[in-house]
């Protein structure tokens, strides 16, 4: 069994394309959505 | 010696939106969605179900089960699953598991389960009630739902050695296992206000022992509920752990627990680390500092991070794995894999943390906080941040940011969409999952440790399935290749 794994060198490369991406899917009124996520408790 | 580690994760979905932003509404559409999407409405079966029975034999005042919602949605899936609404959450309970890389599986199985049920959800829904799901543990608002994991624990291994064994990983395995979070939310810790904490879940916690998991809730849950043999089992509920993005991560919180519960049972309690003095000190504190240089003292007084605490369990598994195997708990070859990426991931947070980016979800998390920080120039704990650690637990595909940031994969696509129909092998789930698939009419309801069937004349018939390391499919795959009808099953069970 393995695991395929990245080099830290890479990672911070990807980094910019990365935070680019999540800007284009991270929900628009964050303020909002932040605070309109309320949960009953559970276990 | 150690019995087969039998695993499994029971997680609670935090659940958004539904028709008046009813939670409990919005968690039965989900189950029925999927429930009626599949072949069967099989229902679960509460006669053995005894939450309120404690590991320490008393049951302390004030100690309350937790509620259980009878009228509402609840499932037994083909794949020996089980998929409920519980305390106004979606919860999806793994069928039984022989290795930890099998849990990691059918863990990924039921998000896929709940992307699919939102799918079908959604499709009737209009756009304005539309739900979304999250696998985290915490809204930020002080509002906390749990993963659980469950571990098959010889009976003879007294509990008290249990909690004095466990603690210590329990309280700084989130070091390498923890999702991350950003802020507080608790009054200790908004008193301790970090910026960035390793563990969702850590500051919720009050006490070191204790019954319950809605309140006071405690490191070591004494929940004595075996759901098999109790004369020769126990099953150690975890409450403790975080919902983990990261495959690698979930392999290695039950990976890591499972051999040295293992350990625990082959070679006693005097080999562990001594505890922390203050547990819940500890469990907190490790939280709040991801810069890893907290200490806590333990009860002979001597000091160690969290970081060491983990370091000297590695240490202890490994020399368990090189003296006594690890068959308890996988093949060599999974066990290898378990100890080489445990110990690639404690070293990494340390040395160079952006080397486990892709396997450690703290640190995945923080990377994509600091990164948005930075370019826009934000506060720390700003809404936008906060968004990101709830994003980044989103079951959607389109919106998930934990399927973004490279996480390193355990299972491939195809086996984890074939995890989605079928149950594990090489547990009694396969017997759950193989009747539930092949007679769905005849069975009329099912929980862990049996079946109830109506065969169509008599009266109802339940078969026990009381050990839950039978019912595989070595042994009782070929009762399904010559018995083609419920009755024949039965009949050959009885015989």
């Not at chain 2, 799901?133 to 809204?139: A, F, I, R, V």
């Not at chain 2, 908004?190 to 969702?200: I, N, R, V």
């Not at chain 2, 983990?310 to 894999?337: F, I, K, M, P, T």
């Amino acid at each position: 069994m393995s695991v395929v794994t990245k080099k830290g060198e890479q990672l911070k490369a990807e980094l910019d394309d990365l935070l680019d991406e999540i800007d284009s899917v991270l929900e628009e009124n964050a303020e909002e959505f932040v605070r309109n996520y309320v949960q009953k408790g559970g276990q | 010696m150690a019995v087969a580690k039998i695993l499994g994760i029971e997680t609670e979905y935090g659940v958004a939106g539904g028709p008046d932003y009813d939670p409990t509404t919005a968690s039965s559409i989900i189950v029925n969605a999927y429930a009626q999407q599949g072949r069967t409405r099989i229902s679960w079966d509460f006669n053995d179900e005894s939450p309120g029975t404690d590991a320490r034999g008393i049951v302390g005042v004030g100690s309350l089960a937790p509620m259980i919602e009878t009228h509402l949605a609840n499932t037994v899936l083909t794949n020996g699953a089980r998929l409920y609404v519980d305390h106004a959450h979606p919860e999806y309970s793994s069928p039984e598991c022989r290795t930890p890389a099998e849990a990691t599986l059918y863990d990924q199985a039921g998000e896929e389960i709940m992307r699919r049920a939102l799918t079908v959800a959604n499709e009737t829904l209009p756009e304005e009630m539309s739900i979304s799901l999250y696998k985290n543990n915490s809204d930020g608002k002080g509002n906390s739902y749990g993963t659980h994991e469950n571990y098959l624990v010889a009976r003879d291994v007294e509990f008290s050695d249990v909690v004095r064994a466990m603690v210590p990983h329990f309280v700084s395995r989130q070091v390498v296992v923890g999702a991350g979070k950003v802020g507080s939310e608790t009054d200790v810790g908004q008193a301790a206000d970090p910026a960035f904490q390793l563990s969702a879940r850590a500051e919720f916690f009050e006490e070191v022992v204790g019954l319950e998991t809605t309140l006071k809730r405690p490191i070591i849950n004494t929940r004595d509920e075996p759901h098999s043999d109790a004369e020769r089992f126990r099953r150690l509920h975890v409450i403790c752990g975080d919902a983990n993005m990261s495959p690698v991560a979930t392999l290695v919180k039950i990976g890591s627990t499972a051999l040295l519960l293992a350990a625990l049972e082959d070679d006693g309690v005097r080999s562990f680390p001594s505890p922390p003095a203050a547990p819940v000190r500890a469990i907190r504190n490790f939280s709040f500092d991801p810069s890893l240089r907290v200490t806590v003292d333990d009860e002979d007084g001597r000091s160690r991070t969290a970081w060491d605490y983990q370091d000297e369990l590695w240490q202890l598994a490994e020399r368990y794995v090189q003296r006594y195997g690890g068959e308890a708990v996988a093949s060599s070859d999974e066990v290898a894999l378990i100890l080489r990426q445990w110990r690639e991931m404690l070293d990494g947070v340390r040395d160079h943390p952006l080397d486990v980016a892709d396997r450690v979800d703290w640190v995945a998390k923080q990377r994509i906080v600091e990164g948005f920080q930075s370019r826009y120039d934000l506060r720390p704990r700003d809404a936008k941040l906060r968004a990101i650690d709830l994003q980044y637990h989103d079951v959607r595909r389109d919106k998930s940011l934990a399927l973004r940031v490279g996480l390193a994969e355990v299972a491939g696509d195809e086996e984890i969409r074939d995890a989605v129909h079928r149950a594990p092998r090489s547990t009694r789930a396969y017997f759950r999952g193989e009747c539930v698939t092949r007679f769905p009419d005849a069975i009329v309801s099912a929980n862990w440790d049996s079946i109830v069937f109506d065969v169509g004349h008599g009266p109802l018939q339940r078969i026990p399935m009381m050990d839950p390391t039978r019912g595989t499919e070595e042994l009782v795959g070929p009762l399904f290749e010559t018995n083609l009808t419920a009755v024949a099953l039965v009949a050959a069970l009885n015989g």
